[in-house]
């Protein structure tokens, strides 16, 4: 027996922390143990019922997770190998990681770095795996570092936090944008050249505007996105990860054809397993593990409803770790 939090509609929709056993795991060739989990905003939307993210029910919920293999008919992977899971529909379709065991499919399965415990590959987690990808978008387009300021939106999120913090220490000027005035000192220690106010961002803005970034995270969507591309400078690129505003885009083609702006679009979930590799193999190497502690709040499992229910309210900072073992 083990715990999971588990997500059922009927006859109401309800998410609980329950003991269940074996027989309630999914088909895959490769049993884990689960040591940690984490809190990302898919998760929140999954648990607080707040959008459709589920596809399958009863769902154990966690699109994250980071252990030891227990069992294998899997070549290449066998008993007590790391491995860190990220996305690939688990929690959603296939049963998660927000439990003590999982059920998963080899080929999804990323051979944990041995830079990182299993703690703290939750703490960077698919938010800052998902940073990782912007940046390496954003050097595939041909930022590099002294090219000008970098914008990153959402800069206290999981997403933001990381980008901050691994744009910074490859040398890019980083500006972060938020609305949480009182955790500009947090920012500057991630690296945070430069504080902005959201609401700089957020509201209905002109197509084109005065040219500022070389670069752009994005997980925020929505006018801020709009007002991000229409401030880039010309021929840079934007790197769009995420809908916290919204999945609108009220923008115009204005920047990409008279700037040759470059809107980049980065998905985490089904990314290939090169870039997968490539962006743990970066993190081990460009995120100080230091600053990820600053940013990394750890919970119990019993914690978590509570936990997400803070994340959509936006009450959360950095990243939350979700103890599962």
């Known amino acids: ?63 994250d997770g980071a252990g030891t293999v227990l069992e294998s008919s899997a070549p290449g992977w066998k008993a007590g190998d790391p491995f860190v899971l990220n996305g690939f529909g688990v929690g959603e379709v296939h049963k998660g990681c927000l439990a003590g065991k999982a ?18 590959a939750m703490a960077i987690g698919t938010a800052g795996y998902t940073a990782m990808l912007c940046a390496m978008a954003l050097e595939r387009h041909g930022l590099r570092p002294g090219d000008g300021e970098v914008l990153v939106t959402g800069a206290t999120g999981g997403v933001g936090s990381v980008a901050v913090a691994v744009l910074a220490q490859t040398g890019h000027k980083v ?37 500022r970034w070389a670069g752009v995270v994005d997980a925020v969507g929505s006018h801020t996105l709009a007002n991000a591309c229409a401030q880039v400078r010309y021929g840079g690129a934007v790197a769009a990860c995420g809908l916290a505003q919204g999945m609108d885009f009220p923008s115009s083609v204005a920047p990409f054809i008279l700037r040759g702006v470059a809107l980049l ?61």
């Open 103 to 120: 059920r998963l499919k080899s080929q999804w399965l990323v051979r944990r770095p041995s830079a990182f415990s299993a703690r703290q």
């Open 175 to 211: 500006v972060a944008a938020t609305g949480k005035a009182a955790e500009a000192d947090y920012l500057k220690a991630l690296g945070a050249s430069a504080i902005i106010d959201r609401n700089e961002l957020s509201a209905p803005g002109k197509p084109l505007q005065k040219e």
């Open 265 to 325: 679009g980065v998905d985490s979930v089904m990314a290939p397993m090169h870039l997968r590799e490539q962006a743990w193999h970066r993190l081990a190497r460009d995120l100080d593990p230091k600053l990820l502690e600053t940013m990394t709040t750890e919970i119990g499992l019993g914690e978590a409803v509570d936990a997400a229910q803070k994340l959509m309210a936006g009450q959360v900072r950095g990243r939350i770790v979700v103890r599962t073992g």
């Open 1 to 63: 027996m083990f715990h999971a939090l588990v997500l059922e509609k009927e006859p109401a929709f309800r998410a609980e922390v329950r003991s269940v056993d074996d027989g309630f795991l999914p088909e895959g060739d490769v049993t884990v143990a689960v040591d940690y989990s984490t809190l990302n905003y898919k998760d929140a939307l999954a648990i607080t019922n707040k959008s459709p993210v589920v596809r399958s029910w009863p769902m154990v919920a966690g699109i």
